[in-house]
């Protein structure tokens, strides 16, 4: 018998995620029909073409750049989130953990002067230590870590904003440029930037964190580790009764995920494509959206390349709606409807294997009924 | 010293409803992950009603009407909770986080296109309303009494009597420890989550206006509530449930965030010269500390989180 394509857990998912994406669309578009009826087409038109609103393709290719340089963090986020979910732990905490990357790679560049490489490896273990607290807390006090999570996102923001006030600019509340007050910690471009109109911004971030995500699938899917991350993440009982150290495997899970998206603060900030903000009041929403790439992506490594690419694409193309009518954030609204439609991914999944089992016995009632009716015309 | 006192009590009521309606929603066996979103949004609902109320209005009109508008909100953003993890049985804590993010987005959206609307220079997210909230207080000297306190008071008692006393709240937590067995003795589990998921969305509403209306007279939408939702989480866990205990714990949090309102006003703390980062952190870290102690002991709802399924035994 033919083997029923949409049987098959990958095309399942393929289907929920464009699903969430059409539909996602879709509502933010009646919302906006509410607010201004005359611009929402316009508007999610825009979204949609982010840097394809430019006609000249240099300019394009340019913006393209910018895209990337954002999704390549982003990325690194929806890998943290995605980590730890597939050992049932939700890092919410995501966002503060990229918060502390970004503060120690930006204090250690310009306060000490160290190189692009310290600098990361100093944001690693900051996003670690951070994802340390949320591990051990889970592990031995029992604290759920999505509250605590969010306490920490909170402590590290106000942490930072304090600490960087040591190197922000005498004149404004930013952080001084990396570009000119520490070149040496400039992430390499290796001539990346060529390709895309000489975008300088565009350095080896976003092949790292395509690696990244490459290395997150072996780990998962061939290592013994990654099995046993995974069954914990299944059955804490379970594994802890086969043999497994379940808390050391929380732990270590949560100091991962923590590292991953500290990585993701260095990769945005020593490319000097932003500045941190020492007044900031909210946690940056870079780790939130990494929940959606991750939902988006099926909770696969690979896919989460693609969903990060398109939660950066549109939250990019916020910027080109016409401000008279709405404002940027309409792709952070579309972007938190996708979340919550992925909730449903689910119940989608459910919907089509129900479709399938009744078409199935529809069509062997028919093979029945005709075998039936063929054995009563020979008598 | 006065103004510790009230800042104390104003943000003590504000956690109280909030985590009163966590308790609702917990007990019943949903866990409310969204309740910072429902706090905007219960939070917008009050600031437009305040915002588009004639200028005439009596101010115990603007009292009941903005109170109203924040449960009407509240309770109809809850409803998208109750519809995925009750009737899809979709992961709650995906959809929390995702009511969260959209009530953010969400209430910005919507008041930048009013302000913008209004006035096409104005691209800023603020709802003001300096006149309408007098309406809540009543100076009794230096002291600033907020009519929230009593609203946090009565709800206090109102869930207390509902979860112990009544029928009603006595089959909620039933649902939330042994749905099957609340089912067996013809309990309808789907339809009581729904009135605790309810619940939670009018107390999470109640909270958010309160919230908005705390120290400021005009709002912010872009800055969401701040974790409060999430500080109100804590205020649960460390009242291990139950209503009287989360009264309590909700002062102890009311007053290290007042802390950060007025350490100013205290020279000694001054004289310490800590940076005012400090303060903003406290709530967060207590938070941290007393979660860390209190949540191996923990006695939540047995059957939180877990959709119900009647195939399931």
């Keep these: ?379 | 010293m006065l103004l510790l006192v009230q800042y104390t009590l104003i943000f003590a009521s504000v956690l109280l409803l909030v985590a009163l309606g966590g308790c609702f929603s917990e007990h019943s066996g949903v866990i409310n992950l969204g309740l910072e979103g429902i706090m905007v949004i219960g939070a917008l609902g009050g600031a437009l009603m305040m915002r588009y109320l004639p200028a005439g209005t009596s101010g115990f009109m603007i009292v009941i009407l903005t109170l109203l508008a924040a449960i009407v909100f509240g309770v109809a953003y809850s409803a998208l909770l109750a519809v995925a993890s009750i009737n899809f049985k979709a992961d709650q804590t995906i959809v929390g986080t995702a009511l969260n993010m959209l009530g953010t987005a969400g209430a910005t959206v919507l008041v930048k296109a009013i302000n913008t609307a209004a006035n096409p220079d104005d691209v800023s997210s603020t709802i003001q309303y300096i006149e309408p909230k007098k309406a809540f207080i009543v100076n009794i000297g230096s002291f600033e009494f907020n009519w929230f306190m009593v609203v946090a008071v009565i709800m206090l008692i109102f869930a207390y009597v509902v979860l112990y006393k009544t029928k009603f709240g006595l089959r909620l937590m039933a649902c939330g420890e042994h749905p099957q067995a609340a089912d067996s003795v013809g309990i309808d589990v789907h339809k009581m989550r729904w009135a605790g998921v309810l619940i939670s969305g009018m107390l999470g509403g109640l909270g958010g206006i309160c919230y908005i209306l705390a120290g400021v007279s005009e709002w912010k939408f872009e800055n969401g509530v701040a974790g409060f939702g999430f500080l109100a989480l804590a205020v649960m866990i460390f009242g291990q449930w139950k209503p009287t205990r989360i009264a309590l714990a909700a002062l102890l949090f009311g007053f290290f965030r007042a802390l950060s309102n007025v350490y100013f006003g205290f020279d000694w703390l001054v004289s310490l010269n800590i940076p005012g980062s400090v303060y903003n952190m406290m709530p967060y870290i207590i938070s941290l500390i007393v979660l860390a102690l209190t949540s191996q002991h923990s006695r939540a709802p047995k059957a939180e989180g877990i959709p119900y399924d009647k195939g399931m035994r």
């Excluded at chain 1, 565009?202 to 790292?208: D, N, R, S």
């Excluded at chain 1, 991962?256 to 946690?283: F, K, M, N, P, R």
């Excluded at chain 1, 401000?323 to 938190?336: A, E, F, G, P, V």
């Design chain 1, 1 to 379: 018998m033919k083997k029923n394509l949409l049987k098959s857990d990958a095309v399942q998912s393929l289907i929920a995620s464009f699903l969430c994406i059409i539909l996602g669309l879709l509502i933010g578009f009646i919302v906006l029909l509410f607010i201004n009826p005359t611009g929402a087409w316009d508007a999610i038109v825009a979204v949609m073409k982010n840097f394809l609103t430019y006609s000249r393709a240099n300019l394009q290719m340019k913006n393209f750049g910018n895209t990337l340089v954002k999704t390549a963090p982003l990325l690194m986020c929806a890998l943290s989130v995605l980590f730890a979910y597939k050992v049932g732990l939700f890092n919410i905490g995501a966002a503060g953990q990229y918060v502390a990357g970004v503060c120690a790679s930006i204090y250690a560049a310009l306060a000490w002067g160290w190189g692009w490489f310290p600098c990361m490896i100093l944001a690693i273990v900051f996003g670690a230590a951070l994802g340390a607290v949320v591990g051990l807390l889970k592990a031995y006090c029992n604290v759920n870590e999505v509250i605590s999570g969010i306490m920490l996102n909170w402590i590290g923001l106000y942490l930072t904003n304090m600490l960087l006030t040591k190197v922000k600019e005498s004149t404004s509340p930013y952080t001084l440029h990396i570009k000119s007050a520490a070149p040496q910690a400039l992430l390499p471009g290796l001539g990346l930037g060529a390709l895309f109109n000489n975008n300088q911004y565009v350095t080896i971030a976003i092949p790292l964190a395509i690696i990244a995500a490459i290395v997150i699938l072996v780990v998962l899917e061939k290592t013994k580790f990654g099995y046993e991350l995974k069954a914990t993440g299944n059955n804490k009982n379970a594994a802890k009764y086969a043999g497994m150290a379940e808390k050391r495997n929380i732990i270590l899970t949560l100091i991962i995920a923590g590292a991953l998206a500290g990585i993701g603060g260095a990769l945005l900030y020593l490319t000097d494509y932003e500045q941190w903000q020492c007044t900031q009041t909210s946690v940056p929403g870079m780790g939130f959206n990494g929940i959606a790439a991750t939902f988006l992506g099926g909770l696969n490594p690979i896919g989460t390349i693609f969903a990060s690419y398109f939660i950066q694409h549109i939250t990019s193309g916020g910027a080109y709606v016409d401000k008279t009518m709405y404002c940027s954030q309409i792709s952070d609204l579309i972007s938190s409807i996708i979340i919550y439609l992925c909730g449903f991914v689910l119940f989608i999944k459910y919907a089509i294997n129900q479709g399938i089992a009744k078409s199935e016995e529809k069509k062997l009632q028919k093979e029945k009924l005709a075998a039936a009716e063929a054995k009563g015309g020979e008598k």
